[in-house]
């Protein structure tokens, strides 16, 4: 199985496609291609929030602003996935997540994928990552002799400092429906909140609920998302425009105790 | 083979897929992901066109605004398909037009699927619904020890009336060229109009045609769709702008006849 | 292998899915489904790019404004490859890259698919063209006794004129990233300018570069994109914006010589 991944729209990514069925006849699974065109940060949050949902793959993931550039090729590998992509950190926290699933302690295995003179220079998807895709789906990279790698670009998200009943966060990323994605862990509401039920949002009184649709239509509400961190959204509604958030925006939720 | 069928843009979908694929290694077909948001009826009308064009499968279908609440969720059996989704309507259209092509006469039979401390409160797409499209592909309902349930949310469209030369009809959804596909049967339009070749549309008359092309571009014409309604539509352009008309809009149709 | 490409959005071409999946098991791959509507010369542009990439198979396209007149549906073949759509052009380009890729002059052979009372007049792709993708997938046209024709309407793209240091061009289409692919050979910009590595685009100088992210964000540039010709560009930005054209704008390129 080989999963799909990129900014491209349409109909970039058929010619991926068309490539590596020249190869294998794995099946295909699209992830999405409509990442927010050239954002590593927002793809790379999504690959982690789904990817570990599957089951052992090769993961393709072409979000690459530097497509052209001297960054590198690569593969990592984690438990019985393995991931292809640029060096750009996009990969990194979804091989994490796949890494502790597997019971590993987040530690990868990086090879670089050996490129000479590509067909493009702009769509190294069709003609860099995807026969990469292909051939490591069926031979490991070390039976490839892919070069193993000592580094690799990372990326992390920040996490939400606490002092004493206020949590500071960030909105990671916003998704289709406008919920506000922050970095604060859905057990921290849970713990410190739940008995209130309301939390202070930026200086204003909001519900904390289970779900959407436990507030009217159009009401704000704080709940946990299914990625299991606290989000900001509005039933039936967009939370973004509500809460007047966008990715990076600062979140601060104070408990309410009087 | 499994259908999905959602309100969920992207990447939500994948991750169902995900799950599923844990299971099962079924086809998987997109049915659409942008079935407009929360929106139940319009997701429930398109079912009913599209579905009837499958051999038997599993189709999973979540647009279900209700999440997290006490809606409960259910499989329907129509002949030799099976439907899981909320229950909330969205299915039923689509189980009594499977069900009649497979010569009953449209009864359906219900199950409850059971649901215990789902990981997440928001995303039953993922945590409730793939996974029991994964069991009844391979496991009849019956053999799942699903119970069986008598009442269901049903879910019906509005039939047009008749008044002498008049049709009162309603506008049930437009589509993505602009369409606006009415609830007026196709044959109705023929039986009564067809030597006029002309109808009065909300007073103004329209050529009735047998295709958008028989009228040059930017043209109003009434025709009948690909679904057998009669739609109101313009030529390389959109018929809801031209004729000013939305899902629930009232469409008196007059055959003229001076 | 059956391809599949349109028009239509979305749900319609689940609908041509569940008809194929009704006759053949074969693996079914989407190019894409938001080709512009009714827009044959972008779409027959997208095909020739992509499906010389994919191995052996139908390719089912359904971008079809005249659906419901007298245009004829055929079948072309082309090395192994077999196009099925409506004869007004779309599938021509796509047709005679396969040809010459299977090593022949790009002669096509060409047949008729037998329409009798299709369901609808309205939607060809499920009621005609599926069908017949489905039946050529197994057998080929000359089994299936489809007749052969003489004449296709034929769909030929621009070639740009050279007067001394000056190219003129035309821009073919835009993609989604906003990159204006031109009908401009690379290797005529390579030859002629890589020195200079500046070249005048409608009088002003814009340099020449590999690739988008060797200029700085914002900033134009002109570049040999995946598909081999002269695009319009700009890095992390939209190229058709920037220099102000759209698909069918000329785009004249004067070598920097002084």
Partial sequence: M???SSDFGSPYPAAMKGVILQETDARLVDITHD???????TAAFWLREVL??????????????GVGTDRRAIVLTAGDHVLVGPDNGVLVPAARALARRAGSDG???VYEIPVSAPESTTFHGRDVFAPAAAAVHDTPPTALDYPALTEFVNLEFPTPTVDG??????????DDFGNAIT???GDRLRDRLDEDREVEVGGE????RE???AVDPGERVVTVGSHGNVELAVNRGRGDDAFGVTPGSEVVLESITD
Same sequence: chains 1, 2, 3.
């Avoid at 570990?52 to 602003?65: G, K, M, R, S, T």
């Fill in 183 to 185: 970095n604060v862990p």
């Fill in 107 to 109: 530690d990868l295995t």
């Fill in 211 to 213: 779900t959407y649709a």
């Fill in 165 to 174: 009943d206020v949590i500071h966060g960030e909105v990671l990323v916003v």
């Fill in 52 to 65: 570990p949902y599957f089951p052992p793959a090769v993961h393709l993931v072409v979000v690459d602003p």
């Fill in 2 to 4: 080989i999963t799909l």
């Fill in 35 to 41: 990442f927010p065109r050239q954002d590593v940060r």
């Fill in 205 to 208: 009184r909001t519900p904390v």
